[in-house]
């Protein structure tokens, strides 16, 4: 079946230890989105690629990056992780914008 | 500029019941809108989506949800609840600067034996 694949499902981190979190796609599609997501909370939009382009969200901090090596692979780097950026990281696709398909989630805990 | 407001935070049904989460959107032309469902520790999975068309749209899991452009609504129903749809539901839009997904601070949903 053609899916939306997050590693690791849970994710240790320590304070300031630098992390990268991995989304891969067999759907081929074009767009690729990180999404953080605190208890009780909707997703937030972090970041996008459009094909090769990076659209960043004017609020991201830059703490946080993103690396999309090929279509099917992108990754998300936490560079010096705070308490507060616990949370559920959230990997998503789109054929040009239209309908999101959600992969099932890395819940990174800060220690 | 684009919203989507889900009224209610919490809802409680029993097993067997029915079911309507409210969604109120605000958008300028002519939305696309959808509800996603998330279990607890899960990703979000589409239920269904409105493009155009017919105005009432069938889901899975037995959803289905009705636009309604005059009220900006676009509420998601079910006829008899069942335990495993205890869940948070979020309403979404497609807008913004960018063209992303605006989601609503989501309903939970509790479904009482």
């Known amino acids: 079946d053609a899916m939306v694949i997050q590693n690791p499902r849970y994710q240790v981190t320590q304070f300031g230890k630098p992390v990268t979190l991995s989304c891969s796609q067999t759907?081929?599609?074009?767009?690729m989105y990180w999404y953080q997501q605190k208890s009780s909370q909707a997703p937030k939009l972090l970041f996008h690629?459009?094909?090769?382009?990076?659209?960043n969200e004017a609020d991201t901090p830059d703490n946080f990056q993103s690396r999309r090596p090929n279509t099917s692979f992108c990754f998300l780097d936490i560079r010096s992780p705070g308490l507060g950026d616990a949370a559920m990281y959230l990997c998503?696709?789109?054929?040009?914008?239209?309908?999101?398909?959600f992969g099932p989630g890395t819940r990174l805990t800060v220690l | 500029a684009q919203s989507v407001t889900q009224p209610d935070i919490h809802i409680t049904v029993s097993e067997g019941a029915s079911l309507e989460l409210r969604c109120n959107y605000s958008y300028g032309a002519t939305p696309y809108l959808f509800w996603y469902v998330q279990s607890p520790g899960q990703g979000l999975q589409l239920l269904l989506k409105y493009f155009s068309g017919d105005t009432l749209v069938q889901g899975i899991k037995g959803f289905e949800a009705e636009f309604k452009r005059s009220q900006s609504s676009f509420n998601l129903r079910k006829p008899s609840v069942h335990w495993s749809d205890a869940a948070e539901y979020f309403c979404a839009v497609l807008g913004g600067s960018q063209g992303n997904l605006i989601f609503g601070k989501g309903t939970k949903l509790s479904v009482k034996p």
């Open positions: 759907l081929n599609h074009n767009v």
């Open positions: 998503a696709t789109s054929r040009d914008k239209v309908e999101q398909f």
């Open positions: 690629y459009y094909d090769k382009d990076f659209n």
